[in-house]
């Protein structure tokens, strides 16, 4: 056993949806890194070409390949799944990290921000797996079983919303239908787990971490003070699907710098003087 042998993913393929940006591209960055083939999509193909010959340009290991998809609707899932197919009949890894938040305050929520929110970033991911099981499964061994990793949130581990109602919920789902998948796809030796961050660097954090000050003052409320890093993530996904983690299904990691156990101060400070 060697560190090479427990995080190499080569002769693997891997999609990951939303991959042009943000965590996406922090995972596909990884995977490309320890030899896999990874099949980056969103709806911005040219974003996904462009973030693959960068990938490719770096001279990695592995390889990046860019392509436009939809997840936000059924017909959209359809078609991803038939532009998988028809690159490769076999997947060994699937990240489900493509979704969509939505935020106003308390009182002036809109009822349509819910529909949307939960059917990209709940029956998206739910039915995107179950579109690829054919092939997640003709990869799948009792010694080193498919992967998929689904990408929660922080948020929806706990009472968080900051004014993100719907999206907190819909990663509150998204844990718990990973723990679910997990429990059923056992036994077809696919592996089902989640990444639930916090604060990293994104389009969609865009408005809170732009600039190094924003980053600096987020990170200053993370218990372990900094926002996260490209890293972070990778290590996440080398390690969920790499040989090292084959053992490991249901889990939730919770990459968040400690946000997940800040649950409030000690209730008995005052009183012991």
Sequence with gaps: MTPESLFSLEGKTALVTGGATG???????????????????????????????ELNALQMPGRAEGFAADVSTEEGLDALAAEVAARTDRLHILMNNAGITWG?????????????????????????????????????????????????????????????????????????????????LAGDFITVNALA??????????????????????GGDVPLKRVGRAEDIGGCMLFLCGQGGGYVTGAVIPVSGGINVDTGGDIFEKARG
């Design 23 to 53: 965590i996406g591209r922090m995972a596909a960055e990884a995977l490309v890194g320890a030899g896999a083939r990874v099949l980056i999509c969103s709806r911005k193909g040219e974003a996904c070409e462009t973030v693959a010959a």
């Design 104 to 184: 106003a305050p308390l009182g002036e929520f809109p009822h349509h921000a819910w529909a949307k929110v939960m059917s990209v970033n709940v029956a998206g991911v739910f039915h995107l797996t179950q579109l690829l099981l054919p092939m997640l499964k003709a990869t799948a061994t009792p010694d080193d079983p498919a992967r998929v990793v689904n990408l929660g949130s922080v948020m929806g581990e706990i009472p968080m919303g900051d004014g993100a109602y719907s999206y907190s919920a819909s990663k509150a789902a998204v844990i718990h239908v990973t723990k679910i998948l997990a429990k059923e």
């Design 197 to 218: 961050p916090g604060p990293f660097v994104s389009r969609m954090t865009a408005f809170a971490t732009a600039t190094e000050d924003k980053q600096a003052l987020v």
